[in-house]
């Protein structure tokens, strides 16, 4: 927990400094984005599938095909017509996110609890020791890393803390002496994760306002806040307004502070739940599980897709196939159907439009060399 909190504040000062500092040179580069530009990154995203995909790359590869699969139930993203829905209308907005993610995850787990026989049921651990300095100091290369991913990617109007997360914990395990004990509870991958995610937060704002142009759902709200006040997001905007751009600037900097306050006390109130017997805990995650996923849309049919999902990550645990790759399918696949269409209409169906262009080749360049690298490692015994 410790070391989730440090790296998130960090990720989190580093890309509010971004912001500060790279606002313009950043958000130039991002307006470069086209459709093509956009497929080979989610192309160059969806390698990290040979990361996360366990023992067997294969099964890897099968779990997130299954999640582009999944990806496609609902409306045609060009046509506008049903694909997958089987006549059900609460499938005509397509599966949701957070329902598939808590049942893959917290779900499953809980039905891994109870399916194991009575003697080999494990006591919930106690509440880990402190995070030491030079733990800290070991993998904050880690985590500086992980902050300029969510950085980069988190100035791509479009792309999300998803992706930089899992891109941020590929990258990690790729270059690991300690591989092999990623999704075992290994602290490089918290660190690498959390700090991908979070290197995100600041950087969505600098193409809201450098270009006028949200990068995220919760950036698409502050646009329209900014609108009602009369504060007009967009190239002008540092020049007309700086002195509220940068008050802005600064207070989400000093929000770093607030999170590390606020999460150094909730860490250690959370660490106590360790201590609750399982057989305890379960049923009251359960319940969690159920009200949030209702409180959502407030629909029945969600809870249904998280323990659809939760059956589904079961029987994936028990057959040794890894679950994030599903969940990477499932994010990635519609940005990568969206982008490939839109290239292709258009460019008129000239295929070539996918090798025009200098930030079109670095991502076919990286995409390769990930591949090469994710393959390459699977076959390099990992030192412990």
Not at 243 to 258: E, N, P, Q, T
Request: hydrophobic share 50%.
């Amino acid at each position: 927990m410790d070391m989730a909190l440090y790296a998130s504040c960090v990720a989190d000062f580093v890309s509010n400094l971004s912001l500060l500092l790279l606002a313009g040179l950043i958000a130039s580069f991002a307006l470069r984005f086209g459709p093509p530009e956009f497929f080979w990154l989610i192309a160059f995203a969806l390698t990290v599938v040979t990361a996360v995909s366990g023992a067997s790359l294969l099964k890897g590869l099968v779990s997130a095909s299954l999640g582009v699969l999944l990806s496609t139930v609902g409306m045609d993203l060009v046509y506008g017509t049903p694909r997958l829905t089987f006549g059900v209308l609460e499938l005509t907005g397509g599966l949701s996110f957070v329902p598939l993610l808590i049942g893959l995850f917290a779900v499953a787990e809980i039905f891994e609890f109870y399916g194991r026989e009575p003697g080999k049921v494990e006591r919930s651990r106690s509440a880990g020791a402190r995070l030491k300095w030079e733990e800290f100091r070991n993998y904050l290369p880690t985590i500086l890393r992980g902050s300029v991913i969510g950085v980069i990617i988190g100035a791509i109007p479009g792309t999300g803390p998803a992706i930089a997360s899992f891109l941020s914990y590929a990258e990690a395990k790729r270059t690991s002496k300690r591989a092999a004990n990623f999704g075992h509870g290994e602290i490089e991958g918290v660190a690498a994760s959390e700090s991908g995610n979070n290197g995100v937060a600041g950087a969505t704002l600098i193409p809201l306002l450098a270009l006028g142009i949200p990068g995220d759902v919760i950036t698409a709200v502050m646009f329209g806040a900014f609108l009602i006040h009369g504060i007009d997001p967009g190239p002008t905007l540092f020049t007309r307004q700086a002195d509220f751009v940068y008050a802005l600037i600064w207070g989400i900097m000093l929000s770093s502070i607030g999170l590390l306050v606020l999460g150094r006390i909730a860490v250690s109130a959370f660490a106590r739940t360790t201590t609750v017997p399982s057989h305890i805990l379960m049923p009251i995650v359960l319940i969690f599980c159920v009200f949030g996923t209702y409180s959502i849309n407030n629909s029945t049919f969600d809870v249904l897709i998280m323990l659809g999902a939760g059956v589904l990550g079961y029987v994936m645990s028990k057959v040794d196939m890894a679950a994030a790759p599903l969940l990477i399918g499932f994010v990635l696949g519609p940005i990568f159907e969206d982008n490939f269409r839109r290239s292709v209409l258009v460019a008129r169906g000239d295929y070539t439009t996918f090798f025009q262009g200098p930030i079109v080749w670095v991502f076919i360049v990286l995409t390769a060399l990930s591949l090469i690298f994710g393959l390459r490692k699977k076959n390099v015994p990992v030192e412990k």
